[in-house]
């Protein structure tokens, strides 16, 4: 889990239960994309609610997910 913490304090990172959060401070959470399949059982990661691109297809969720958590900690940080 990466934790990118800015100038004002404020901690931005893929939510994860690695980690208690709420520690930190109060939460706001926001969906930043939808890791869904297609009617073929393919599996897209579509990051248009973070400014992304659709990702996929994966034969595999957790390759979807991989693949989301890389260009969400890539491109927010």
């Known amino acids: ?26 939460m706001q959470i926001t969906r930043a994309s939808h890791v869904e399949p297609d009617a073929l059982g393919r599996w897209f990661a579509d990051l248009s609610p973070a400014g992304g691109p659709v990702l996929g297809p994966f034969g595999r969720r957790s390759a979807a ?11 927010h940080s």
């Open 1 to 26: 889990m990466q934790l990118v913490i800015g100038p004002d304090g404020t901690v931005h990172c893929v939510y994860d239960e690695l980690v208690d959060l709420a520690a930190l401070g109060t």
């Open 65 to 75: 997910i991989a693949a989301e958590t890389k260009w969400l900690e890539s491109n």
